[in-house]
Structure formats: C-alpha cells, structure tokens
C-alpha cells in the first residue's frame, strides 16, 4: 500500500535535491504527515507537503531558498499540494527545535542528512514546554484567523487551527510516554484529562465534516485555549 508522497515523489524529488544541495548548514531533510499515511487511495491529496529542514543558523537564507523552490514547484506541478517547507534551527535546544524533532520522531521519513529521531521518552521531561509552545502557536493563529476580513481566507485556515489545538492534546500524554498526533486522538486525550470540555471538543472535531459557523467555532475555540492554559501551563 503505498503513500500520497510514495506516488509524487519521483515527480518532486528533483526540489527535494535542488533545496538540500542549496541551503547552507544544513543538517537533516525530512518530509513528514499526513503525504505518508498509507491509505487504501493512495491518491488521496493531503492539503500540502510537510517538509522540514534542519539548519545551523542561516534560517533566513535557507527559508528564502526554500519558498523559491516551493514556487517553481507548484509552478510546474501544480496539481500537486503545495510544498509547505518549514526552516528549523537545530544549533539551540529551543521548545521548537524539540517540537520539531519530536514530529520528526513520530511521524517523519529522513530524505538526507543526519538521522536526528529520539525515542518517545527522550520528550518526557520537556513536556510542558512543548505544551506552552504550542499553546502559544494556536493563540497566534487564532488571532491571525480572527483578524481576517477575508471569508475565504478565514474559512481555509479554520481547519488548521482546529487541528493545532486539538493536537496539544497529544502533547498532554507525554509524561505517560505516549504521544498522539491525529486530531480525533488528540481530541479523545483532552476529553480524558478535562470532561469538562467534551462539549466544545466535540464541536471543533465535528467542523471537519460539516460547515460549523464560525462565531461557534470561536467560542469553543476559546475555552479550550482558556482550559489548556489555567490547567497545563502553570509556573
């Protein structure tokens, strides 16, 4: 059974070389989400291809290097979802250089460079920075999405910001030494930890298959963001 990023790789691989051979520092390539969840549809489309590269320093040059690729790309395939090419600098143990190691632990395949994957318990003791990180991230994509005027925009960028949140709920279970990544599993993890919430969980969970209007989308939105923050990121 193949995956959405078995079927186009051939196809992109050619971008995949250009920005590794490019990019100064760089230390690890890898792409990562749902392009590699095996499906009986080998062609079901994700929204975009998650690929990472790990630099030391030099991200502002290799992220310009990186959205020229992503450009050129889409230009000649553009049938195929955009390359979502994120820049991460790995010379500082940051809560986002681990963030983004543990993705790449969990759900990545190395495409070149150094293999930089640690097991599961390796998170353990980072676990509530990496809460706080991407607590901060969802709030910061909530206010992006709330100052929008554009309805479009606005609408495209709901389905990710239900998932960021839904996602800490995965972050949640890493001091039991698991870590879920799917929203209706990360959905499941905060209804566990906080009943309270089923309500509004059930909500942003339902928006992913029916038209949820937005304004109750935002005030669920807002209770879990409030609930993460007073239960899971105190000092």
Known sequence: MKTYFDVIERAIRPFINELWENCPSKLS???????????????????????????HANKEQARLIARKIAKKCHK?????????IKIIDYSLETPESIFN?????????????????????YFKNSSRELIQFSLDE???????????????IQNKRLPHLSKSILRIGGLLKLNEGVYVRSP??????????SPKTLKDITII????????????????????????KEEFCYD
């Open 29 to 55: 390539l890898y792409v990562r989400g749902s392009s590699l969840i095996h499906t009986e549809i080998s062609t079901s489309k994700p929204l975009d291809i998650d690929i990472l590269l790990f630099v």
């Open 76 to 84: 000649i395939y553009p049938l195929i979802p955009y390359l979502d």
């Open 101 to 121: 190691t543990l993705l790449v632990s969990q759900t990545g395949q190395l495409l070149a460079g150094e293999d930089l994957s640690q097991p599961i318990s």
């Open 138 to 152: 969802a709030e910061a994509k909530f206010e992006s999405v709330l100052k929008t005027s554009d309805l479009l």
């Open 184 to 193: 209706s599993e990360g959905a499941l993890a905060l209804c566990e930890l």
């Open 205 to 228: 969970l339902d928006s992913f298959e029916k038209q949820t209007p937005s304004e109750i989308l935002f005030k669920s939105f807002v209770k879990i963001l409030k609930m993460i």
